[in-house]
Protein backbone atom coordinates (compact mmCIF):
# COMPACT_ATOMS: atom_id res chain seq x y z
CA UNK A 1 0.00 0.00 0.00
CA UNK A 2 2.29 2.46 1.17
CA UNK A 3 6.53 2.54 0.68
CA UNK A 4 9.43 4.56 0.34
CA UNK A 5 11.49 4.31 -2.78
CA UNK A 6 13.96 5.89 -4.07
CA UNK A 7 13.85 7.74 -7.66
CA UNK A 8 15.78 9.18 -10.02
CA UNK A 9 13.85 11.64 -12.83
CA UNK A 10 14.40 15.08 -15.15
CA UNK A 11 12.38 18.03 -14.37
CA UNK A 12 12.36 20.95 -16.40
CA UNK A 13 13.86 24.43 -15.08
CA UNK A 14 12.17 27.30 -17.25
CA UNK A 15 14.50 30.17 -18.10
CA UNK A 16 12.89 32.33 -15.72
CA UNK A 17 14.08 30.15 -12.71
CA UNK A 18 17.57 29.68 -13.60
CA UNK A 19 18.87 32.98 -11.67
CA UNK A 20 17.27 31.50 -8.42
CA UNK A 21 19.23 29.12 -6.28
CA UNK A 22 19.51 25.53 -7.85
CA UNK A 23 18.37 23.36 -5.09
CA UNK A 24 15.48 25.61 -3.95
CA UNK A 25 13.94 25.49 -8.00
CA UNK A 26 14.92 21.60 -8.03
CA UNK A 27 13.03 20.77 -4.40
CA UNK A 28 9.94 23.18 -5.73
CA UNK A 29 10.16 21.54 -9.55
CA UNK A 30 10.02 18.23 -8.10
CA UNK A 31 7.15 18.58 -5.89
CA UNK A 32 4.94 20.12 -8.58
CA UNK A 33 6.27 17.77 -11.39
CA UNK A 34 5.61 14.75 -9.09
CA UNK A 35 3.29 15.01 -5.92
CA UNK A 36 -0.52 13.87 -6.56
CA UNK A 37 0.95 12.39 -10.16
CA UNK A 38 0.58 8.43 -10.97
CA UNK A 39 4.07 6.94 -12.16
CA UNK A 40 4.90 3.96 -14.79
CA UNK A 41 3.78 1.51 -12.19
CA UNK A 42 0.80 3.21 -10.96
CA UNK A 43 2.01 4.30 -7.96
CA UNK A 44 0.35 7.37 -6.87
CA UNK A 45 3.46 9.86 -4.98
CA UNK A 46 2.35 11.56 -2.24
CA UNK A 47 5.17 13.19 -0.74
CA UNK A 48 8.85 13.76 -2.56
CA UNK A 49 11.80 14.23 0.23
CA UNK A 50 15.85 14.40 0.03
CA UNK A 51 15.46 15.98 -3.02
CA UNK A 52 19.28 16.71 -4.92
CA UNK A 53 20.29 17.40 -8.28
CA UNK A 54 22.18 14.87 -10.10
CA UNK A 55 25.16 16.08 -12.08
CA UNK A 56 25.13 19.19 -14.77
CA UNK A 57 21.53 20.08 -16.48
CA UNK A 58 20.99 19.58 -20.35
CA UNK A 59 19.67 22.33 -22.78
CA UNK A 60 18.08 21.21 -25.73
CA UNK A 61 18.48 23.09 -29.06
CA UNK A 62 15.06 25.51 -29.22
CA UNK A 63 14.44 25.17 -25.78
CA UNK A 64 15.55 27.89 -23.53
CA UNK A 65 14.79 25.55 -20.55
CA UNK A 66 17.84 23.18 -18.84
CA UNK A 67 16.52 19.64 -17.82
CA UNK A 68 18.18 18.86 -14.67
CA UNK A 69 17.83 15.23 -13.41
CA UNK A 70 17.11 14.58 -9.89
CA UNK A 71 17.24 12.09 -7.55
CA UNK A 72 14.81 11.61 -4.39
CA UNK A 73 13.05 9.73 -2.18
CA UNK A 74 9.44 8.98 -2.88
CA UNK A 75 6.46 7.92 -0.46
CA UNK A 76 4.02 6.00 -2.93
CA UNK A 77 0.35 4.60 -2.75
CA UNK A 78 -0.52 1.42 -4.48
CA UNK A 79 -3.45 -0.81 -3.94
CA UNK A 80 -2.81 -4.20 -4.16
CA UNK A 81 -5.45 -6.78 -4.93
CA UNK A 82 -6.32 -9.24 -2.13
CA UNK A 83 -4.42 -6.44 0.47
CA UNK A 84 -6.47 -6.09 3.75
CA UNK A 85 -6.94 -2.65 3.83
CA UNK A 86 -8.83 -0.49 7.31
CA UNK A 87 -10.73 2.72 6.43
CA UNK A 88 -13.46 4.88 7.49
CA UNK A 89 -16.81 4.54 6.02
CA UNK A 90 -17.55 7.91 4.03
CA UNK A 91 -20.90 7.66 2.27
CA UNK A 92 -24.09 4.78 2.52
CA UNK A 93 -25.89 4.63 -0.80
CA UNK A 94 -28.82 1.59 -1.29
CA UNK A 95 -26.35 -0.66 -3.51
CA UNK A 96 -23.55 -0.58 -0.49
CA UNK A 97 -20.82 1.94 1.20
CA UNK A 98 -17.92 3.76 -0.05
CA UNK A 99 -14.80 3.11 2.30
CA UNK A 100 -12.16 5.57 2.31
CA UNK A 101 -8.47 4.50 2.70
CA UNK A 102 -5.49 6.34 1.80
CA UNK A 103 -6.39 8.49 -1.02
CA UNK A 104 -8.88 6.33 -2.65
CA UNK A 105 -12.33 5.34 -1.84
CA UNK A 106 -13.29 1.56 -2.52
CA UNK A 107 -16.81 0.62 -3.38
CA UNK A 108 -18.18 -2.29 -0.74
CA UNK A 109 -21.53 -3.65 -2.30
CA UNK A 110 -23.93 -4.55 -0.24
CA UNK A 111 -23.94 -7.94 -1.01
CA UNK A 112 -20.05 -7.77 -0.30
CA UNK A 113 -21.21 -6.72 3.56
CA UNK A 114 -22.34 -9.33 5.80
CA UNK A 115 -23.36 -13.03 5.25
CA UNK A 116 -27.12 -11.38 6.52
CA UNK A 117 -29.54 -10.04 4.29
CA UNK A 118 -29.78 -6.37 4.87
CA UNK A 119 -32.35 -3.55 4.61
CA UNK A 120 -31.79 -0.45 3.48
CA UNK A 121 -32.59 2.56 6.55
CA UNK A 122 -32.45 5.28 4.32
CA UNK A 123 -33.85 7.99 6.58
CA UNK A 124 -30.76 7.14 9.14
CA UNK A 125 -28.35 6.05 6.01
CA UNK A 126 -26.95 3.00 7.15
CA UNK A 127 -27.47 -0.63 6.28
CA UNK A 128 -28.74 -3.05 8.68
CA UNK A 129 -28.59 -6.95 8.98
CA UNK A 130 -31.87 -8.46 8.91
CA UNK A 131 -31.22 -11.24 11.40
CA UNK A 132 -27.86 -9.71 13.16
CA UNK A 133 -29.26 -6.33 13.55
CA UNK A 134 -25.51 -4.77 12.83
CA UNK A 135 -25.69 -2.32 11.05
CA UNK A 136 -23.21 -0.10 8.81
CA UNK A 137 -23.54 3.56 8.83
CA UNK A 138 -20.89 6.76 7.88
CA UNK A 139 -18.28 7.50 10.20
CA UNK A 140 -17.94 3.41 10.82
CA UNK A 141 -13.64 1.93 10.77
CA UNK A 142 -14.08 -0.96 9.02
CA UNK A 143 -12.02 -4.20 7.60
CA UNK A 144 -11.98 -5.30 4.27
CA UNK A 145 -9.81 -6.91 1.62
CA UNK A 146 -9.59 -5.46 -1.92
CA UNK A 147 -11.08 -7.69 -4.65
CA UNK A 148 -11.10 -5.81 -7.67
CA UNK A 149 -9.03 -3.02 -9.23
CA UNK A 150 -8.80 -0.64 -12.08
CA UNK A 151 -6.74 2.36 -11.94
CA UNK A 152 -7.64 5.81 -13.53
CA UNK A 153 -4.61 6.98 -14.81
CA UNK A 154 -5.31 10.34 -15.99
CA UNK A 155 -7.43 11.10 -12.37
CA UNK A 156 -6.36 8.62 -9.25
CA UNK A 157 -9.52 10.14 -7.35
CA UNK A 158 -11.74 8.07 -9.71
CA UNK A 159 -9.64 4.24 -10.02
CA UNK A 160 -12.44 1.77 -9.40
CA UNK A 161 -11.84 -0.19 -6.13
CA UNK A 162 -13.76 -3.31 -5.19
CA UNK A 163 -13.84 -4.63 -1.24
CA UNK A 164 -15.50 -7.29 0.27
CA UNK A 165 -15.86 -7.86 3.92
CA UNK A 166 -17.44 -11.25 4.29
CA UNK A 167 -14.62 -13.15 4.96
CA UNK A 168 -12.46 -14.01 8.71
CA UNK A 169 -11.20 -11.05 10.01
CA UNK A 170 -12.68 -8.36 8.11
CA UNK A 171 -16.09 -6.70 8.78
CA UNK A 172 -16.47 -2.99 10.99
CA UNK A 173 -14.23 -3.02 14.33
CA UNK A 174 -16.92 -3.46 16.43
CA UNK A 175 -18.13 -6.98 14.93
CA UNK A 176 -14.82 -8.21 14.93
CA UNK A 177 -14.49 -7.00 19.10
CA UNK A 178 -17.86 -8.60 19.37
CA UNK A 179 -17.09 -12.03 17.68
CA UNK A 180 -14.07 -12.05 19.54
CA UNK A 181 -15.84 -11.72 23.10
CA UNK A 182 -18.17 -14.82 22.00
CA UNK A 183 -15.03 -17.01 21.28
CA UNK A 184 -13.02 -16.17 24.30
CA UNK A 185 -16.77 -16.71 26.20
CA UNK A 186 -16.78 -12.75 27.46
CA UNK A 187 -20.28 -11.92 25.34
CA UNK A 188 -23.76 -13.24 23.86
CA UNK A 189 -23.28 -14.80 19.99
CA UNK A 190 -25.37 -12.84 17.50
CA UNK A 191 -28.07 -14.55 14.88
CA UNK A 192 -25.52 -15.61 12.07
CA UNK A 193 -27.19 -15.47 8.66
CA UNK A 194 -30.85 -16.59 8.28
CA UNK A 195 -32.61 -18.68 10.55
CA UNK A 196 -35.76 -20.66 11.36
CA UNK A 197 -38.53 -18.15 12.16
Not at 146 to 165: F, P
Request: one cysteine or more.
Amino acid sequence: MYKMVERVDTVRIPPKLLGAPLKDVVEELTHESFEGKIDKENNLTILAINIEPEGSGRIVHGDGAVYQQVKFSALVFKPELHEVVQGKVCEVLRFGAFVRFGPLDGLLHISQIMDDRIDIDEANNRLVGKDTKRDLRTGDIVRARIVAISINEVNYRESKIGLTMRQPGLGKLEWLEEDRKVETGGGKPKKKGRGKK
